[in-house]
């Protein structure tokens, strides 16, 4: 009964260094998201996915990079970390792009020094 | 520029009380207004609301829509120590969940 799975759960970086937050679903959900969550500020959608191949930026996308060449699997790459980025991310999934129920990850929380 | 809003940002009660959190949006294309809770990690899954004056509910949760007013409120009644988490509400639109910011609940025994 996996559901979402992210992975790393926790990462510290060192400022300009680059790594890959792995999202996985086995709902079969067409849509996925990355969000991130900082205190004060809510859930922030950076890129969402309508379907295998496909990405599109969200609110706050700058920085990060996608990809979507599994349905499956959902990919958030940070190219160069910055202690801007230091946030918790959820990944999530649904089988409507909105207006329905989405399942979320477990959260990864990611430290930039 | 859309935007949801809850209010209050935190609320501490005692076992048994009645608490009610409110939400107001301004959503592109709204199609329905969620609830989750959060307690330490990922958000679950409470109420869709996609109609006006509609109560749903779920034990001693209830949830009712205003699109009229752009707002929705969630009541807990006979509140429990496990309710105490952050309570999310998020205005679906036609790409997005626009989240609030949350309102967190602390109910003392």
């Known amino acids: 009964n996996a559901g979402v799975t992210q992975t790393p759960k926790f990462r510290v970086l060192k400022t300009g260094q680059s790594m890959t937050l792995l999202c996985a679903q086995d709902?079969?959900?067409?849509?996925m998201y990355w969000y991130r969550q900082d205190p004060g500020m809510g859930l922030r959608l950076i890129h969402y996915s309508v379907g295998e191949g496909t990405t599109a930026k969200g609110e706050v996308p700058d920085g990060y990079n996608v990809s979507r060449l599994k349905k499956q699997n959902f990919l958030l790459g940070l190219e160069s970390a910055a202690p801007s980025q230091t946030s918790v991310y959820f990944c999530?999934?649904?089988?409507?792009?909105?207006?329905?129920?989405?399942?979320f990850g477990e959260g990864s929380w990611l430290t930039v020094v | 520029e859309d935007k949801v809003v809850q209010s209050p940002l935190s609320l501490v009660v005692h076992e048994g009380d009645t608490v009610t959190l409110n939400c107001s949006y301004e959503?592109?294309?709204?199609?329905?207004l969620l609830w989750y809770k959060q307690e330490k990690k990922a958000p679950t899954f409470l109420f869709m609301l996609t109609s006006s004056g509609i109560e749903k509910k779920s034990g001693r949760l209830s949830s009712i829509l205003d699109k009229k007013e752009l707002f929705s409120i969630l009541n807990i009644t006979a509140t429990q120590t496990g309710d105490s988490a952050v309570y999310l509400c998020a205005g679906a639109g036609a790409n997005n969940l626009f989240f609030g910011t949350g309102t967190r609940l602390t109910v003392i025994p």
């Open positions: 959503v592109t294309n709204f199609r329905s």
């Open positions: 999530a999934s649904s089988d409507h792009l909105s207006g329905n129920t989405i399942y």
């Open positions: 709902m079969n959900h067409e849509y």
